[in-house]
């Protein structure tokens, strides 16, 4: 062990790094995989990274979605590997251990805080991306999706082979299976169909031992925990096999969008009236909201708030504008404000490709642009009263650049029991917030400001949002709200943010299940489920 920090250290702080070194634990490390992969080292090398590799810095950079861990200084892994069989992850799990380093799984790299490729303590990144196949049963009407795969794909894959089958996860294409639905993803299908884990049939990981296990011989405490509770905690997760849902052969889109002066109360009775209807109105009409500050030259210069209607209906327009006049009136939606087009031409517009873009759009893995951001996450659970509301708009408008998402929950959501798996979040709450600042300045001056300016209104939002805990979605990952150092509190640190992310009654038996699996806390990373102390 000894060695070994200190080798990371070299690696991190000085400028001349110790190559020597670091080339005997890169050889250390594709002896010990060739024994236990019976591979010969000139296929391993093609695989494994240090960052002496001529490719280190392109591989490592290929599924970095923020800038902000994309410097000079953001902390990197001692080596890579690139596995392309599932042999190849069970002895990466072995030799990382025999060498004393952790492991972090990368599948798309969407996590807000990079915790898939970052860590303070020396270790090997395991890169999901060859393993990303996707077969699509139509008798079954399911799918098995590998790790690496990402959402675009797995919609491209369904919509090659039914034009009546869709699967309830997230609008960004790139996001990889392998993270979003082991941490409980979500798309424009929620209210109709609830989260993808609801989807979840089957699994397969490697443990902390090794071992390649299925839903049958991993058990149902184990499959449970992996359906929302994330992957990182439990092992390397390979694949998921999900149930499809059906689409009809005609779904309706429209973007609506009001920009008032903060002092009048117009838009005010709109969000108002957002909040009543978005949640109750028919289980098939999604209608996220973003408010944004906006400086426009028709209020002077002066900065106001904007409110942004994005919405996904599974049925034809003409339905949903005769609902939507009895539900939300405010809206005074028109039929010339609705597309009706096919589920996966709305997945396009959803992810914002112009009018027309092919659905092979949705197999391009570079199409996010490399800007800084962070996030946040909030649930309400009573109404946001009309003065709570016109607080708000001014403190958005004074802050002047975060900005909120509310993703109107009801629906599906309140039929399903909150420990079905370990997303906690269901029938109670009316939406979630996503808080949401990016921006294009480099530096940690600009870094610092801006995400003192979402601390800032997550902090004035206290009052108006869910208590005891108040809860966060791990998918939206924020390391604000308490981070594991695993010492001897490791279960009260791990308390802290797991029962924000999963409810109390769901964290605690995510940690019974990870003391059963994997006892000595090998996968542990800043946010991940504790084990219980031995002696207990
Ligand atoms: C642009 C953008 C849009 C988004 N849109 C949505 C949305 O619509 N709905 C939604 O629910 N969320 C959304 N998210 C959040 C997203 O679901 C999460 O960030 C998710 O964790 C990303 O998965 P990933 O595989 O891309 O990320 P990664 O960074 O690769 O992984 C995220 C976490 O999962 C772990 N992990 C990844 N792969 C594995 C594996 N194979 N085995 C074990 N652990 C693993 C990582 O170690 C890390 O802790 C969005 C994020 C971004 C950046
Ligand atoms: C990371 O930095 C490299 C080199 O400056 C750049 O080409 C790439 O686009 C950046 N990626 C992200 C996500 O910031
Ligand atoms: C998209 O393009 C088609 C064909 O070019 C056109 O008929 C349709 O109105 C367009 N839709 C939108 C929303 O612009």
Excluded at 18 to 25: H, I, K, N, R, V
Excluded at 157 to 171: E, T
Excluded at 316 to 340: I, R
Excluded at 357 to 374: E, H, K, M, V, Y
Aim: charged fraction near 20%; aromatic fraction near 12%.
């Amino acid at each position: 062990m000894i060695p070994l920090a200190f080798l990371f250290l070299v690696l991190h702080v000085s400028s001349s790094p110790s190559s020597a070194a670091l080339d005997s634990t890169y050889n250390t490390f594709l002896q010990c995989m060739q024994k236990n992969t019976k591979t010969q080292p000139s296929q391993l090398s093609s695989i494994i990274y240090s960052p002496y590799s001529p490719s280190y810095t392109s591989v490592l950079r290929a599924y970095i979605r923020n800038a902000r861990f994309n410097t000079t200084t953001t902390k990197k892994p001692l080596l890579i590997v690139t596995p392309t069989t599932e042999n190849h992850i069970s002895a990466t799990v072995l030799c990382a251990k025999t060498l004393g380093l952790r492991i972090k799984t990368r599948s798309g790299g969407h996590d807000y805080a990079g915790l898939s490729y970052i860590s303070d303590v020396p270790f090997v990144m395991i890169d999901m991306f060859n393993l990303r196949s996707i077969t699509v049963d139509l008798a079954d009407q399911s799918a098995w999706v590998q790790a690496g795969a990402t959402l675009g794909e797995l919609y491209h894959s369904i919509w090659k082979k039914s034009k009546a089958l869709g699967f309830p996860a997230g609008v960004c294409p790139t996001v990889g299976a392998g993270g979003h639905i082991s941490g409980g993803g979500y798309g424009n299908m929620i209210r109709k169909y609830g989260l993808a884990v609801d989807y979840v049939v089957d699994a397969k990981i490697v443990d902390a031992k090794g071992s390649v296990l299925d839903r049958k011989a991993m058990g149902e405490g184990l499959f449970w925990a992996i359906r929302g509770g994330g992957g990182a905690s439990f092992g390397v997760i390979l694949a998921y096999k999900v149930k499809l849902v059906p689409v009809p052969q005609t779904v309706t889109v429209f973007k609506v969008q009001r920009t008032q002066d903060v002092v009048t109360d117009r838009l005010t009775d709109f969000v108002y009236q957002w909040q009543q209807a978005a949640p109750t109105t028919n289980d098939g009409l999604f209608m996220r909201m973003l408010i944004q500050p906006v400086t426009s030259k028709a209020n002077k210069g002066q900065t106001t708030v904007r409110s942004t209607i994005n919405a996904f209906y599974l049925g034809k327009a003409d339905e949903l504008v005769s609902f939507l006049a009895k539900d939300f009136p405010l809206l005074g939606l028109k039929k010339e404000d609705c597309t009706e087009l096919s589920w996966i031409e709305s997945v396009l517009w959803w992810a914002n490709f112009d009018n027309g873009t092919s659905p092979d759009a949705l197999l391009d893995r570079d199409q996010n642009s490399a800007i800084f951001g962070t996030r946040k996450s909030d649930y309400v659970q009573t109404p946001i009263s009309k003065d709570g509301l016109e607080l708000i708009w001014k403190k958005i408008a004074e802050l002047g650049k975060v900005g909120l998402v509310f993703n109107p929950y009801g629906g599906r959501m309140n039929q399903v029991s909150p420990t079905a798996t370990p997303f906690s979040h269901r029938a109670g709450n009316l939406f979630k917030i996503q808080y949401s600042i990016s921006w294009r300045e480099p530096g940690p001056e600009a870094d610092n400001k801006y995400v003192t300016q979402i601390r800032s209104l997550y902090s004035y939002m206290t009052p108006f949002v869910s208590k005891n805990p108040r809860s966060a979605f791990l998918n939206y990952r924020d390391i604000d709200i308490g981070v594991n150092h695993f010492g001897a509190n490791s279960y009260e640190e791990g308390k802290v943010y797991g029962y924000k992310y999963f409810g109390a009654a769901n964290f605690d038996r995510l940690v019974k299940v990870k003391t059963a699996v994997d006892p000595d806390n090998f996968f542990k990373s800043e946010q991940s489920i504790p084990t219980l102390p031995k002696s207990a």
